[in-house]
T-cell receptor, first 114, second 113 residues
Framework: AQSVTQPDIHITVSEGASLELRCNYSYGATPYLFWYVQSPGQGLQLLLK??????LVQGIKGFEAEFKRSQSSFNLRKPSVHWSDAAEYFC????????????FGTGTRLQVFP | DTEVTQTPKHLVMGMTNKKSLKCEQH?????MYWYKQKAKKPPELMFV???????INESVPSRFSPECPNSSLLNLHLHALQPEDSALYLC????????????FGEGSRLTVL
């Protein structure tokens, strides 16, 4: 069965430090890949997405992610974290462009210390 | 206007009550979704409407009844809920079915006593 794994349940970083959140998927073909962020008490906001083409994609709020087919990964990165980045981050996959069913990972909670 | 608006933000109801959650978007999106999110869990898809017609029901119990009165509005009618139904209910919309880029509302936090 298709699945999305976010190995890190909770990550703590200092403000200004770099960040990498891991995401691995299990699927025979290349899925459509997304990262969403959820601040406390809020809905989810799309950070970035990958459908095809350049494997390094830029998103909002200074985030980027790199698709690595050989590793079935789509890790999210940010060079310098701000305190406002503290939130829950969800990786998600869609099995084709025309599917309603996003498969979400279990999420990674990011805590930022000053 | 890139917002999905959900009301109420908080709702407390008894197991015999009937209540409704409302969702509105004015982005011209033709697909609208209900998700359920339990604490510290990812969202789980409940229903999908496409062009005002129900296209996906993820085996949701009948005590949850969705309704799409028009292309901008989506309701979730609640009746005879159980305490385990307490959760954050998220509405989302997308330009079309399966477009992948979902725009979420802030959610309605439901507590069933």
């Amino acid at each position: 069965a298709q699945s999305v794994t976010q190995p890190d349940i909770h990550i703590t970083v200092s403000e200004g430090a770099s960040l990498e959140l891991r995401c691995n998927y299990s699927y025979g073909a290349t899925p459509y890949l997304f990262w969403y962020v959820q601040s406390p008490g809020q809905g989810l906001q799309l950070l970035l997405k990958y459908f095809s083409g350049d494997t390094l994609v830029q998103g909002i709020k200074g985030f980027e992610a790199e698709f690595k087919r050989s590793q079935s990964s789509f890790n999210l990165r940010k060079p310098s974290v701000h305190w406002s980045d503290a939130a829950e981050y969800f990786c998600a996959v869609a099995l084709s462009y025309n599917t309603d069913k996003l498969i979400f990972g279990t999420g990674t909670r990011l805590q930022v210390f000053p | 206007d890139t917002e999905v608006t959900q009301t109420p933000k908080h709702l407390v109801m008894g197991m015999t009550n009937k209540k409704s959650l409302k969702c509105e978007q004015h982005m011209g999106h033709r697909a609208m979704y209900w998700y359920k999110q339990k604490a510290k869990k990812p969202p789980e898809l409940m229903f999908v409407y496409s062009y005002e017609k129900l296209s996906i029901n993820e085996s949701v119990p009948s005590r949850f009844s969705p309704e799409c009165p028009n292309s901008s509005l989506l309701n979730l009618h609640l009746h005879a809920l159980q305490p385990e139904d307490s959760a954050l209910y998220l509405c989302a919309s997308s330009q079309d079915r399966g477009a992948g880029e979902l725009f979420f509302g802030e959610g309605s936090r439901l507590t069933v006593l």
